[in-house]
């Protein structure tokens, strides 16, 4: 029975309980500390009523910017779509919020949820790109909708590159290659949640692709550097399609950009 217990607990610390990651990253085009939180695969979770949990942890990091990268409900799940809308209408009270979408919140499947996130103040980032000012650091902000990707993909073929500004990419699946080919500073990815179940100094055990895939060099999750660019893979908050993860708590990451030392 105390068996029985300790997995139940453990279960459920591992599937409904967050998570904050801390990642630093410095840069010559950053001037001053910038704060970013980074959400994505919340799939309807939620964390204390509205999300009351989930909102509390991120008004404790204070950030400058929250950017969200996609599948924050599932489609076809009722009451899903409204728990999402609920969270970023919250969040999008206090602070400035970005969003792209994933495969499951794209907006053929739901034609009025841009323009709902619109009307909540969220900034929709359909293939579009704004620069904004943090302090005295500027940040040119592109946003990707790509549900997938095909052969031709290229950056170039919808935006202008940044030398001079720190550059993020939203993109809910990740494309390091081609991010890293137009020159991103920062790429922001989701659609992984980070393997779901992971092993300690081994990471994720199925990708849904491949087993023991980061062993395989594939990114899974954290922070990967390529040919000067870099890419962060969010762990994710929900639980689709079943709370099977391991090691790998639902998680809030926050990126400190830092000036070089």
């Not at 009270?93 to 053929?108: P, R």
Request: one cysteine or more; hydrophobic letters at 40%; proline letters at 3%.
């Amino acid at each position: 029975m105390i068996i029985i217990i300790i997995l139940l607990a453990a279960w459920w610390y591992n599937n409904f309980t967050l998570c904050v990651s801390e990642t630093e990253i410095r840069s010559k085009k950053i001037s001053d500390e910038v704060t970013v939180v980074h959400l994505s695969d919340l799939h309807g979770a939620v964390f204390g009523k509205g999300n009351s949990r989930l909102i509390s942890k991120v008004e404790e990091q204070n950030p400058d910017v929250i950017f969200i990268t996609g599948d924050m409900y599932t489609h076809g799940e009722n009451g899903g779509t409204e728990t999402a809308l609920d969270l970023m209408r919250e969040l999008a009270k206090e602070f400035e919020v970005f969003y792209v979408n994933g495969e499951h919140d794209y907006a053929y499947k739901n034609t009025s949820f841009f323009d709902d996130l619109r009307s909540c103040g969220v900034n929709v980032m359909d293939y579009k790109d704004e620069v904004i000012t943090v302090k005295n650091t500027q940040l040119h902000i592109y946003g990707i909708t790509n549900a997938q990707y095909s052969g031709t993909f290229n950056l170039e073929n919808a935006f202008k590159k940044d030398d001079k500004n720190f550059s993020v990419l939203l993109a809910h699946i990740p494309n390091f290659r081609k991010f890293a080919d137009f020159g991103i500073d920062l790429s922001l990815c989701g659609d992984t949640h980070g393997g779901m179940f992971r092993l300690p100094y081994i990471g994720a055990v199925y990708n849904g692709e491949k087993f023991l895939p980061e062993l395989k060099g594939e990114y899974v999750k954290g922070l990967y550097e390529l040919d000067g660019s870099l890419m962060y893979i969010s762990g994710g908050l929900g639980n689709y399609p079943a709370p099977v993860r391991f090691c790998n708590r639902p998680e809030i990451s926050v990126i400190k950009l830092l000036p070089e030392k």
